[in-house]
């Protein structure tokens, strides 16, 4: 075949065997595990013009004997020879001299498998692959042959989002595309919403979850995503990386959990990661709450959650004001003589202090207001997070036996603050 395309191309016999004599040493120079594959994809596609073509062998000549046996094994397998021998491919020299060997293998296999070889040798797809890392790369070539989402993965949008996370949640990323085949789910605009937002060691950690878990569908729905957005970044790593260590899906994404959200906010990260082994280990997440049935023995649901007064703010303040006060006063000479000066020195000096007692009061007392009903939102909003009711009984009927005694007066020191109650038999 070789011979006859130079017969019809070369009218000379000196050009002919000089054009021979390239080719078998081209062929030489290659190794023969490479030439193996060049001599077959000139006999599977006889394109031997643009085979023999000066450019082609140009290319594989600057690449490693390695990664010219992978393309030719790509060329006679996909027989995409234009696409192939395009100028873009033939120039992409340092792209495969920036990835390794498995990289390598993988792009002229994801090539083969998938025979998309215009999509795959896109220069936004080539440019992207070097950019992420060859680690990177291996697992992002490698999930177009194992899931045939060659659209998705070469898409605009998702490749910006991979490169956005970063080289090492990219391979995760790729890697969990590849054990879990489930591209959808994981290249959801919910999921790029959220990780784009928390950064790449949330993406990471996240998507290590999904590998190691399967559980790709379970992992992305909205309701574990709006969890881990809530928690905040550095709780959520710690919750994708409980999931990952235990695979304990069930109980770590069961509804009661992912109502505690802001009891997760609240005791941190590091309490939080105990909380989510705890949870692991018992293979069912505690419910927000419990409440003992109606009775005399009732007690209160969350007693953990009592509301602080903050009275000893006012006693501190009244202490300390008149510690300062007198102790400002015994700078004066003369104060042993103070009584022989009259009554009016001495009324001047008592009005003084009583003034200085009634502002001290009024304003601990606000400030002591001021913090319980802080407080008290902040419980409140937590204890609604979870579904705990917590309302204001005064405004009711006052029927209820065990918030109200005959004489119309509500038990506050059984149920939390004031009117306000959470007795389980409202």
């Keep these: 075949m070789i011979i006859s395309h130079l017969e019809e191309r070369y009218g000379s016999g000196e050009e002919r065997a000089r054009k ?7 062929a030489v ?85 998938t025979k998309e070889a215009a999509a795959l040798t896109d220069e936004r797809v080539l440019s992207f692959a070097r950019r992420i890392g060859s680690d990177a790369a291996v697992e992002y070539f490698g999930a177009f042959w194992e899931t045939r989402a060659v659209a ?97 899906v069930q109980a770590l994404t069961s509804a009661a959990l992912l109502r505690t959200s802001g009891v997760i906010r609240s005791i ?7 909380y989510f082994l705890a949870i692991a280990a018992a293979k069912v997440a505690p419910p927000a709450g419990t409440s003992s049935p109606a009775g005399e023995a009732a007690v209160p649901v969350l007693t953990l959650l009592d509301i602080p007064t903050y009275e000893g703010i006012r006693a501190a303040g009244l202490v300390g004001a008149t510690a300062a006060f007198w102790l ?37 007392g606000s400030i002591a207001r001021r913090s319980s009903e802080q407080f008290l939102e902040r419980r409140r909003r937590l204890l609604n997070e979870h579904g705990i009711r917590w309302h204001d009984c005064a405004e009711g009927d006052r029927r209820c036996e065990l918030c109200w005694s005959s004489g119309a007066v509500h038990e506050d020191h059984r149920f939390d603050y004031e009117r306000f109650c959470r007795c389980p038999a409202c």
């Design 20 to 26: 021979l004599s390239e080719i078998s040493d081209f």
């Design 29 to 113: 120079a290659l190794g023969a595990p490479a030439a193996r594959d060049y001599f077959r994809a000139l006999g599977e596609t006889k394109a031997i013009d643009a085979l023999t073509d000066e450019r082609v062998l140009d290319f594989a000549r600057s690449v490693d004997r390695h990664t010219a046996e992978w393309y030719f094994w790509a060329v006679w397998g996909t027989k995409a020879v234009p696409e192939l021998t395009d100028e873009r491919v033939l120039r992409a020299v340092a792209f495969f001299r920036s990835i390794n060997s498995p990289a390598t293998v993988e792009y002229f296999l994801a090539i083969r498998e």
């Design 152 to 248: 998705t993965l070469t898409d605009a949008r998702f490749l910006e989002f991979a490169e956005a996370i970063g080289g090492e949640a990219a391979y995760e990323l790729f890697r969990a595309m590849r054990e879990t085949k489930a591209v959808a789910a994981l290249t959801a605009e919910s999921v790029q919403s959220y990780l784009g937002t928390v950064g790449p060691r949330v993406a990471k950690d996240f998507f290590r979850a999904v590998r190691e878990t399967k559980a790709a569908e379970r992992l992305t729905q909205d309701d574990v995503l709006l969890f881990a957005e809530l928690i905040g970044a550095s709780a959520a790593r710690e919750y994708f990386q409980v999931v990952a260590s235990t695979k304990a």
């Design 268 to 274: 941190g990260a590091d309490a939080a990661v105990n």
């Design 328 to 364: 400002y006063v015994s700078q004066f000479p003369g104060l042993s003589s103070l009584a022989s000066q009259g009554a009016g020195t001495v009324g001047l000096v008592a009005a003084g202090w009583i003034a200085l007692l009634a502002g001290v009061y009024g304003l601990t």
